[in-house]
């Protein structure tokens, strides 16, 4: 029978009207229905088959990592060049006026996708102008061409350049009036000029970005079409680089969102065990920092947290000092938590059919269901194929049967997530227990392939049920496939978090031992604000967080999400300070500003001993106004490092270790061994082993002679 | 509200495509070396783009440029070797660890999808081993979504139907 619905249908490739009607056929179709499961069989075959093995070979992938770590940081100096004066920037487009007549001659030998060209521009390696327009979304590349046809009409009748990036060069050329998006697209277009002579002129910040003006109609559809870049010249931006020394003088206010991610810490261990360099990209400093937890005192009081502060100086660099904010949630009793309602939404597709994914995710699901108490219900969910409800909203009295569908589980079909994820939140909305915990846990190789849905429909859909009060965390199983940025977007959008589960010992550790941290929220929405006291403090430095600094306005700003803190959970936040009085190496050099008064300390004691004052800001899990707690930290001497707590000593090993790991330049002049001896001065009651184990990482980034090491 | 660095998204790229991706630069080179040179070729080309933007639709971009360098590859050993077509050949070839699981079920499937033609060999292959979406597997080969659907459905009534030939049975996963 040839019907290609059949196949599309057994992939989970159709629409929901086609398959409907596919549907009605089927019940009506004996040989189709035959067709159709034959397919299926040889679907779920297909995807049984050993999956490939072949790798590149270590050192050309580690040589591989550095080699685009430095396209990356050549392209980002190359935009900084970009940040010219519209006069120098019409200057270059008048430099860049020849530069068509030569170009297509160059791209006639490269093969043209029509309707893909952001890559096949990317084809021709040596123009660097291809940067240009891959930067582009495809619709906006559609765009692209239209205009590009009214430049050529303009600026370049002679030969008709067959290819859009000749647009960015061109450009300019038709934009004389309306500044902002001939600015916008200047920058673009300066970045081939960059490569072709030299600017030296003034760092004009970013006013272009942000006025759009809208001008004749080919220079407005310019600016569209270059518009989806626009972010990545910002935002992506300011989060790519380790934080630097800031003046507190100039800069007081340091905010950011709490992290309660782990990922990166044991995606790096498994680099690390297998012999292998982790790439600088994967280690998130404050991700290993709080992969551990920290003794805080609980709450007094009615708060749902307590904020622990403390100060010493920094074992790595002689004369600064290191500032630790720990808060620790209110640790929730099973009789104080209220009923949890969990929907599992278990991906069953063929790839999850390996040992380290679905047989491990089993058993840790089991850890789990085996600490439920008989008001809790467990639903389980399942998607691949098709989708399904394998085991209706069940108490946690009936341990058996839950663990009895939990293991029946097996792996085959294609992965469709949709499907799947609606009818999770269905059970979850029906079964909703109010004044509980109502949550769908996606658990997943990544591969959350999100189908006929476009991914903006899912996240309003996780948006939405957020809002209804059903929470999403995700559990990513399997090496090689993880941490898809889908899978840690959805768990951000609805409200919960992402962890990954390599072995039996960290699905322990995440679904019992911390069972209350990764479930049951307390807070959300907390954003942490530090304003420091340039009277006691010259700059200061983050460790890590770079992707959750927050503008100092978003603090206040109840619109802006945030991270979420679960129950019994401690997040730590390091700050390297310089103090006051001491030269900032590195700083860059700016004149000193002539209108600025000096400290005016928000309340008015300038003079105070206080080092700085950590503001917290927070929503209760059902709540939608935030709350704001402060805590100064006054601090006559900064106290010697070998006097600091347990906790802390331990927390400034693990950021010594990531540091060091990403040959940060902060990272000092700590060896290898100096960062064990001091995580084996503190490793403390260590249930769980976790920081023992810690010890054996150092011992295999030892091993493996970083390069950090020689210097 | 988690932005990743365009390092990230491109570690994290080749920690989840590099074998996909290298299985099917090899399909297109027929040599494991230079399927490896397609894929760091790939990748440097990502390095040198906008990441961030691109990341919506980076699977589909990161096959498609592959195939545009694996392609390349074989459009010089044809150029410059003389024997070149030999080495494209050899792909086609049951390779040696599929012969040594030829008596598995596998590896007899294996060798039914090495038979297909190369662009249906190319969608099974996405599909099964990579996870593309139609959309994305149109993207990268630059053919139409419907396009795939039928060539895919052609796929695998061939492989059904060889199947049956060699299993009386019905299929059994």
Not at chain 1, 545 to 570: P, Q, S, V, W
Request: a negative charge; proline letters at 6%.
């Amino acid at each position: 029978m040839n019907d290609p619905r059949i196949t599309s249908y057994a992939l989970g490739e159709l629409t929901s009207r086609a398959r409907e009607e596919f549907e009605r056929d089927l019940a009506a179709s004996d040989d189709l229905q035959h067709e159709l499961h034959e397919t299926l069989n040889l679907a779920k075959s297909l995807g049984h088959l050993p999956m490939p093995t072949d790798q590149l070979e270590t050192e050309q992938r580690t040589h591989l990592l550095r080699q685009c770590a430095d396209n990356q940081a050549a392209t980002r100096r190359r935009n900084k060049v970009v940040r010219l004066w519209l006069p120098l920037s019409l200057a270059a487009a008048a430099c860049l006026l020849l530069l068509p007549m030569v170009l297509p001659t160059q791209n006639s030998t490269s093969p043209e996708a029509p309707d893909f060209e952001g890559a096949s521009a990317a084809a021709d390696e040596k123009s660097d102008a291809s940067a240009l327009v891959a930067a582009v979304g495809q619709e906006a590349a559609k765009e692209t061409r239209a205009s590009a046809g009214l430049v050529v009409a303009t600026a370049a009748p002679a030969e008709a350049p067959p290819v859009s990036e000749t647009l960015a060069l061109n450009a300019p050329l038709v934009v004389s009036a309306p500044a902002a998006p001939a600015l916008r697209r200047a920058e673009r277009s300066s970045e081939v000029a960059g490569s072709i002579s030299t600017f030296t002129g003034g760092w004009g910040k970013g006013s272009a970005s942000g006025g759009v003006a809208r001008g004749r109609m080919e220079s407005d559809s310019l600016a569209r079409s270059v518009a989806p870049s626009d972010d990545f010249n910002t935002e992506a931006y300011n989060a790519i680089r380790e934080n630097t020394f800031l003046a507190a003088q100039e800069n007081p206010l340091s905010t950011f969102s709490i992290d309660v991610d782990t990922a990166s810490y044991s995606n790096v261990r498994r680099f690390l065990r297998d012999g292998q360099m982790p790439p600088a990209g994967a280690i998130r400093t404050e991700e290993f920092i709080n992969y551990f937890t920290y003794n805080y005192p609980q709450p007094v009081g009615a708060g749902p947290f307590s904020v622990n502060l403390e100060v010493s100086q920094s074992p790595w660099a002689s004369g600064r000092g290191l500032v630790r904010i720990g808060i620790k949630g209110r640790d929730l009793p099973p009789t104080e938590r209220g009923p949890a309602n969990l929907v599992f939404l278990v991906d069953v597709s063929g790839s999850m059919n390996s040992p380290d994914k679905l047989p491990l995710l089993q058993r840790s699901l089991r850890g789990l269901v085996e600490n439920l108490s008989a008001e809790d219900t467990v639903a389980i969910a399942v998607y691949a194929g098709s989708s399904g409800l394998v085991l209706p909203p069940t108490p946690g009295s009936k341990k058996s049967e839950i663990i009895a569908a939990l293991d029946n589980l097996s792996a085959g079909g294609s992965t469709h997530g949709s499907e799947g994820i609606k009818l999770a939140y269905e059970t979850a909305r029906q079964n909703f227990r109010r004044g509980g915990l109502n949550r769908v846990i996606l658990c997943t190789d990544g591969d959350f392939n999100v189908g006929v849905t476009d991914q903006s429909e899912l996240t309003k859909l996780i948006e939405r049920e957020r809002a209804s009060g059903v929470f999403l965390s995700v559990l990513g199983f399997g090496t090689g496939n993880l941490k898809d940025a889908t899978m840690e977007l959805l768990a951000d959008k609805g409200n919960g978090n992402y962890a990954y589960i390599d072995t039996p010992a960290e699905g322990r550790k995440v679904l019992v031992e911390q069972m209350g941290a990764t479930l049951f929220t307390i807070a959300k929405d907390v954003k942490i604000q530090v304003e420091f006291n340039p009277a006691r403090v010259a700059a200061y430095r983050l460790i890590g967080y770079e992707n959750r600094i927050l503008a100092k306005e978003d603090f206040n700003d109840d619109k802006k999400d945030a991270g979420e803190i679960g129950a019994g959970h401690t997040v730590t936040a390091l700050y390297e300070i310089i103090p006051a009085g001491q030269p900032v190496p590195g700083a860059p050099s700016v004149d000193a500003l002539k209108y600025q008064t000096p400290a005016p300390v928000t309340d008015g004691r300038p003079g105070s001993g206080d080092l700085l004052t950590v503001k917290l800001r927070y929503k209760a899990s059902d709540g939608d106004t935030s709350k704001l707690l402060e805590v100064p930290l006054a601090a006559e001497n900064i106290p010697p490092f070998a006097s600091a707590s347990e906790d802390f000593r331990f927390a400034a090993a693990v950021a010594a270790f990531g540091l060091k790991l990403r040959q940060s330049p902060e990272a000092g002049n700590l060896s290898w061994d100096d960062i064990q001896k001091i995580a084996r001065g503190a490793l403390g009651a260590d249930p769980g082993s976790h920081r023992a184990e810690f010890l054996t990482l150092i011992e295999q980034a030892k091993s493996l002679g970083l390069p950090a090491e020689d210097q | 509200m988690k932005r990743m660095t365009p390092e990230q998204i491109i570690t994290e790229a080749l920690d989840r495509y590099e074998r996909p991706l290298i299985s099917y630069a090899r399909e297109i080179t027929g040599d494991l070396e230079s399927a490896r040179d397609a894929v760091q070729e790939t990748f440097l080309r990502l390095s040198r783009q906008d990441v961030a933007a691109l990341e919506p639709r980076l699977r589909a971009w990161l096959f498609l440029v592959c195939r545009n360098c694996a392609l390349d590859h074989r459009r010089k050993v044809v150029r410059f070797t003389d024997d070149g077509i030999d080495d494209r050949q050899a792909s086609e070839d049951p390779s040696p660890d599929a012969s040594a699981m030829a008596a598995e079920e596998g590896g007899r499937l294996r060798q039914m999808v090495a038979r297909l033609p190369e662009q249906q060999r190319e969608l099974v292959k996405l599909k099964f081993e990579a996870g593309l979406s139609y959309k994305e597997m149109g993207d990268a080969l630059k053919i139409s979504v419907s396009h795939v659907g039928v060539e895919l459905h052609t796929a695998l009534q061939t492989l059904r139907r060889e199947w049956r030939r060699e299993n009386p049975e019905p299929v059994t996963p």
